[in-house]
């Protein structure tokens, strides 16, 4: 990249940095003392400010850098992230949003201690929330570390470390002073700002091929060296019977996974009632859909305009596809056009990895002052403690970040998100939906649900072609690789299931008809919500 690029990015970024600390310094004025404003900004949002906030929180890195890579090198095979990631919002919006505002305070094991015991509870669901926010957080990371590798022109580890320092440090300084409230704007200003850029780049690729979309995918499938099998399923995931149990595995945690993240739960906390958190899920899907429709132009016009090789020079992931495609559109490399064109969509994806870091660390920090502090210490505490725990779990959550973003700093950061909804979806889901519609469910049968689906996600992934065995895993020089799937939500996401089911079956503990009553009026109508 030329020093024009670097500059005028660097710039841009610098302007939003500037912007965003400005609305945390503001916010961090007002009063911050209290739970309820720290994690839900005192649950005064409107409809339409959560829903893009949540757009905000939802269109991550993997969304704009990941997935257009993913399409760019592998045609159709790549769009199931783009559906996958879409679809997952019809099971938010008809099975968890309002019964979550409805029943819960702050996190996930709000709604499931409600009718159990808290403790075991508690402590079980913070820690999976913690897992799931880190993994997630991991891919932001890496998108950041690769970003600035282009940016800069500087492929050297040390770029790449100093930046993921740098957006973690930033992340905390977010969290630690401005909370809920700061987090959500920040959020709001990223979406529109997202939106904004990938409508343009999408409008301008269309104008290229004069708005033929068959000429797109014709033009990319030839360019990619694979002819038509660019445009038909198996490019990446029909090789083998492998690759496609593994596709069946990523349809499965994509779908289900964005029910159980923590940071998307905790969103519907952030507005008055049950019904404005569906009307939050209404907004949120009408923005999301039109960007992840547009990732699918993006991805065919970098295969189309940038080409899978030169995409794959820049970055083996295909995490950079994005901003090489919007310096094609400008014009190339030492124009004018392509130089701002460039600047702008770095600047867009930086700020795209702060909101959303901001948002997980928040989460994160909420579970282990809320759920896990609050169970492993006395009750005889002061309300301010828990806020300040918080901020110190923001610390140690981002330091955890930044310490495996630097080591998984060449992977796909779709791919890695992907890891992120399966763990959600084997270890949160089951407990979920279980406490919201079971009427025998236990508090053992809680907790194993929790670890019927965490531990086995974990090991899985452990033992996976992803951290050993193959050139492209983690730790290449061993061998360790005993599950042949990347992904591991077809096994673990059942397990998470049947451990709820066997745990509460086997439970000596007889489930609470008074309580479970009080929780089913209560997720139905909002009787008795915070």
């Not at 019964?99 to 094991?109: D, E, I």
């Not at 479970?516 to 009787?527: D, N």
């Amino acid at each position: 990249m030329t020093r024009d690029h670097q500059t005028l990015a660097l710039l841009l970024f610098s302007a939003f940095v500037a912007v965003t600390l400005g609305i945390t310094t503001w916010v961090s004025r007002r009063r911050q003392g209290s739970a309820e404003e720290f994690y839900t900004g005192g649950r005064l949002f409107s409809p339409m400010e959560n829903g893009f906030a949540i757009a905000g929180d939802y269109m991550s890195a993997a969304s704009f850098l990941g997935i257009s890579g993913l399409i760019a090198l592998y045609g159709y095979d790549g769009m199931l992230y783009s559906v996958g990631f879409l679809v997952a919002w019809l099971v938010v919006l008809f099975l968890v949003a309002e019964l979550v505002r409805n029943c819960g305070r702050f996190t996930l094991a709000d709604v499931v201690a409600a009718r159990m015991r808290e403790r075991p509870v508690r402590i079980a669901a913070g820690t999976s929330s913690v897992t799931v926010s880190v993994l997630y957080l991991v891919a932001q990371m890496v998108g950041a570390g690769s970003l600035v590798a282009l940016l800069l022109g500087r492929t050297g580890e040390a770029a790449q470390a100093w930046t993921v320092i740098g957006v973690g440090a930033l992340m905390v300084v977010y969290v630690s002073l401005g909370g809920m409230r700061a987090t959500t704007w920040i959020q709001i200003v990223k979406a529109v700002l997202l939106l904004g850029g990938t409508i343009a780049l999408t409008v301008l690729v269309l104008l290229r091929f004069h708005g033929d979309v068959d000429r797109l995918l014709l033009t990319a499938a030839e360019r990619s060296g694979h002819g038509e099998a660019f445009l038909a399923p198996g490019l990446k995931y029909g090789g083998d019977w492998t690759a496609r149990f593994d596709f069946i595995s990523l349809g499965l945690a994509l779908v289900l996974g964005t029910a159980g993240l923590p940071h998307i739960l905790s969103r519907f906390y952030t507005v008055p009632t049950a019904r404005a958190a569906r009307r939050s899920v209404v907004w949120s899907i009408g923005l999301i859909g039109g960007f992840y429709l547009m990732t699918i132009v993006l991805g065919f016009g970098a295969a189309a305009l940038v080409g899978p090789k030169a995409v794959r020079g820049s970055n083996a992931a295909g995490n950079t596809a994005v901003p090489l495609l919007a310096l094609d559109l400008g014009g190339g490399t030492g124009t004018t056009g392509g130089t701002v064109l460039f600047a702008v969509v770095a600047a867009i994806a930086f700020a795209t990895i702060l909101a959303v870091v901001a948002g997980i660390t928040l989460a994160s920090s909420a579970s282990v002052a809320h759920d896990l502090y609050a169970s492993l210490r006395s009750r005889r505490r002061k309300p301010r403690s828990e806020v300040t725990v918080a901020r110190v779990a923001a610390v140690g959550t981002g330091m955890v970040a930044i310490a495996l973003g630097l080591l998984a700093r060449d992977l796909n950061v779709a791919f890695l998100v992907g890891l992120a909804f399966a763990v959600a979806a084997s270890a949160n889901l089951p407990v979920l939906l279980y406490s919201l519609f079971w009427r025998g469910f236990t508090t053992r049968g809680a907790v194993w649900a929790v670890y019927g689906g965490l531990v086995p996600a974990v090991v899985l992934v452990l033992l996976s072609p992803v951290v050993s065995g193959s050139p492209a895993s983690l730790f290449p020089g061993v061998d360790f690789q005993y599950f042949p799937l990347e992904n591991p939500g077809l096994v673990s996401i059942p397990l998470g299931f049947l451990a709820g089911w066997l745990g509460t079956v086997t439970s000596a503990e007889l489930p609470d008809a008074a309580k479970h009553a009080e929780t089913e009026v209560r997720s139905l109508t909002g009787a008795g919500a915070v």
